[in-house]
């Protein structure tokens, strides 16, 4: 395969300092693989970590900045960061008013954020944590006990960090992260599997002219294989599918998402298909977002995450936000 790198031993060290040349409004520790906005801690402010395995981005160091996370923790590709790295970012962000660690429902990272905030504790630093785990295609998947975190998580993010930047205390911040959590269903599509810079081949097998339907982000199948759909029918499925398992009382934020591979012009189409179905199904809409921001390295596909949202969450979803990968309002 063909890719932009050196080696594959050096590509997330190589990425994360293109990443601090590009974006000096933060602090991009390549040795010690943390991410901290340039301003922080900042005073009278709940911190917001984040982290998980490279090949997501900008999920979540494109996420660092006012708005969103203080800080990231990027693990080797498709692997979760170390608790040092955890303690690390909680350390440099904690202005006293405590942490909140978002946490995407992948056992590695599960237990390594759990043992982080125990030696953050350690370290006298408040942290509370909220899981994600918004996927409906499968449950105890590779990686995963309970259902994967995936899309959600761009939510969780912004309207936390919302929150927070508003001076919002550790509780309710908390609170509103969970009521995201809570309110929010995804359902991935591949339409090709995705390489890994060590591997440098398909992370599975998946034939010409058929596609796998309720992926995960680390490139594992799904929970069904059919022949290549049109983009109004893999919208009606999964929309379908995650309106089978949860129906929103209200109107909702809708993620339109590029696994990695995947032109805006096929996700500019692919949204006014899912806009379609959720209009069909009574569903309405009070925000749209499209494109790559939850990816698989090169995957080409999409995912639909839907968000019940309240006027609280529309507020802090509008709120400003000034971050590498989302930025409106400032």
Same mark, same amino acid.
């Given at each position: 395969?063909?890719?932009?790198?050196?080696?594959?031993?050096?590509?997330?060290?190589?990425?994360? /300092?293109?990443?601090? +040349?590009?974006?000096?409004?933060?602090?991009?520790? !390549?040795?010690?693989?943390?991410?901290?906005? /340039?301003?922080?801690?900042?005073?009278?402010?709940?911190?917001?970590? #984040?982290? @998980?395995?490279?090949?997501?981005?900008?999920?979540?160091?494109?996420?660092?900045?006012?708005?969103?996370?203080?800080?990231?923790?990027?693990?080797?590709?498709?692997?979760?960061?170390? %608790?040092?790295?955890?303690? /690390?970012?909680?350390?440099?962000?904690? #202005? @006293?008013?405590?942490?909140?660690? =978002?946490?995407?429902?992948?056992?590695?990272?599960?237990?390594?954020?759990?043992?982080?905030?125990?030696?953050?504790?350690?370290?006298?630093?408040?942290?509370?944590?909220?899981?994600?785990?918004?996927?409906?295609?499968?449950?105890?998947?590779?990686?995963?006990?309970?259902?994967?975190?995936?899309?959600?998580?761009?939510?969780? $993010?912004?309207?936390?960090? +919302?929150?927070?930047?508003?001076?919002? %205390?550790?509780?309710?911040?908390?609170?509103?992260?969970?009521?995201?959590?809570?309110?929010?269903? #995804?359902?991935? !599509?591949?339409?090709?599997?995705?390489?890994?810079?060590?591997?440098?081949?398909?992370?599975?097998?998946?034939?010409?002219?058929?596609?796998?339907?309720? =992926?995960?982000?680390?490139?594992?199948?799904?929970? $069904?294989?059919?022949?290549?759909?049109?983009?109004?029918?893999?919208?009606?499925?999964?929309?379908?599918? =995650?309106?089978?398992?949860?129906?929103?009382?209200?109107?909702?934020?809708?993620?339109?998402?590029?696994?990695?591979?995947?032109?805006?012009?096929?996700?500019?189409?692919?949204?006014?298909?899912?806009? /379609?179905?959720?209009?069909?199904?009574?569903? %309405?809409?009070?925000?749209?977002?499209?494109?790559?921001?939850?990816?698989?390295?090169?995957?080409?596909?999409?995912?639909?995450?839907?968000?019940?949202?309240?006027?609280?969450?529309?507020?802090?979803?509008?709120? %400003?936000?000034?971050?590498?990968?989302?930025?409106?309002?400032?």
């Amino acid at each position: 395969m063909k890719m932009l790198m050196n080696v594959p031993e050096s590509v997330v060290a190589d990425a994360l /300092r293109g990443m601090g +040349a590009a974006h000096p409004e933060l602090v991009v520790d !390549v040795e010690g693989r943390v991410v901290v906005r /340039r301003d922080a801690p900042v005073a009278g402010k709940v911190a917001l970590v #984040s982290g @998980g395995g490279s090949g997501h981005e900008p999920l979540h160091g494109g996420f660092v900045g006012p708005g969103m996370l203080d800080a990231a923790c990027p693990g080797e590709v498709f692997t979760s960061p170390v %608790p040092d790295q955890m303690a /690390r970012a909680a350390a440099a962000v904690d #202005s @006293g008013q405590g942490v909140l660690f =978002i946490v995407k429902n992948y056992t590695g990272d599960v237990l390594n954020f759990q043992m982080a905030a125990e030696l953050a504790e350690d370290e006298g630093v408040q942290v509370a944590s909220v899981l994600v785990n918004d996927d409906v295609a499968v449950t105890d998947s590779t990686f995963t006990a309970g259902r994967r975190g995936t899309g959600a998580t761009l939510f969780v $993010e912004k309207v936390a960090g +919302a929150a927070a930047e508003e001076g919002q %205390p550790l509780e309710r911040v908390e609170a509103i992260a969970r009521q995201v959590v809570e309110s929010s269903r #995804s359902f991935g !599509v591949a339409l090709s599997a995705c390489t890994t810079p060590s591997k440098g081949s398909p992370t599975f097998d998946l034939p010409a002219g058929e596609l796998e339907l309720g =992926i995960g982000i680390h490139g594992e199948p799904g929970r $069904e294989r059919r022949p290549m759909m049109t983009s109004g029918e893999i919208a009606d499925a999964a929309v379908g599918a =995650i309106l089978d398992d949860w129906r929103p009382a209200g109107p909702v934020l809708a993620l339109v998402n590029g696994m990695g591979a995947t032109p805006l012009l096929e996700l500019y189409g692919f949204n006014a298909e899912v806009q /379609r179905v959720l209009d069909e199904r009574g569903v %309405p809409v009070a925000r749209t977002l499209v494109g790559n921001y939850v990816t698989s390295l090169d995957m080409a596909g999409a995912s639909v995450t839907l968000c019940q949202a309240n006027e609280e969450t529309l507020r802090l979803w509008d709120a %400003p936000v000034q971050t590498p990968g989302l930025r409106w309002g400032r």
